[in-house]
Nanobody, 124 residues
Framework: QMQLLESGGGMVQAGGSLRLSCAAS????????MGWFRQGPGKEREFVTG????????SYADSVKGRFTISRDNAKNTVYLQMNSLKPEDTAVYYC?????????????????WGQGTQVTVSS
């Protein structure tokens, strides 16, 4: 049973940056592809970005492409989300998720473990 714990959320002005971290425990982190999802007020949870087990493959939602960067450190059992040029529409609860496969997917149903989420609020 893997546990995921996100951190790094907060409030920032538009144009600012935040770095989210997701620390994993209780499992073999390098056996899981990882994803970041977000859920804004009144919206469904949506895929933001994913990274393969080795970190060699990544993918981004069009809405964050060029502004967000996902990375992972398998030695530290941690996945990161660097968010730059933040916009008010990025306001959401951000969740990390683990999928026991080589690659990520945009389908949240494919992820086995989820963190509790961290709030990101971007003011205009």
């Amino acid at each position: 049973q893997m546990q995921l714990l996100e951190s790094g959320g907060g409030m920032v002005q538009a144009g600012g940056s935040l770095r989210l971290s997701c620390a994993a425990s209780g499992g073999t982190f390098s056996s899981y592809a990882m994803g970041w999802f977000r859920q804004g007020p009144g919206k469904e949870r949506e895929f933001v970005t994913g990274i393969s087990r080795s970190g060699g493959s990544t993918s981004y939602a069009d809405s964050v492409k060029g502004r967000f960067t996902i990375s992972r450190d398998n030695a530290k059992n941690t996945v990161y989300l660097q968010m730059n040029s933040l916009k008010p529409e990025d306001t959401a609860v951000y969740y990390c998720a683990a999928r026991p496969r080589l690659l990520y997917t945009t389908d949240r149903r494919e992820y086995r473990y989820w963190g509790q989420g961290t709030q990101v609020t971007v003011s205009s």
